[in-house]
């Protein structure tokens, strides 16, 4: 999820976990990773570790909550811009791997 404040949102259920700020009107490659074993998040920009977490003790792969990208649970706020090549993968990418597809296209 995006916000107006210019911060980028990951969230399960009631917890959240915002990183940011990131720059209006240029592209950004954002990677969101959960490794289910350790229940830690890792958010990384533009190929870079940006932040981590451990305070996510909700299993993904049983969850009842929505899958929702570029707005929040509510429906009322909305991300104006462009989301482009989103992938979901079965499993938790290395940081050679999130490297390596931030410059898949140069």
Known sequence: CFNNSR???FRIGD???TFGPYAFDVWHHVVVTFNVDSQTVN???DGELFSAS???PTDITT????LLMGANADLDE???GNLDDVR???YVLS???IFALYHEDE
Request: proline fraction near 0%.
């Open 15 to 17: 917890r959240a976990l």
């Open 54 to 56: 451990s305070q996510f």
């Open 95 to 97: 940081q050679a791997q």
């Open 63 to 66: 969850s009842d909550y929505q």
């Open 7 to 9: 911060h980028f949102q």
């Open 88 to 90: 979901i993968f079965d």
């Open 43 to 45: 958010c990384w920009l």
């Open 78 to 80: 909305h991300f104006t």
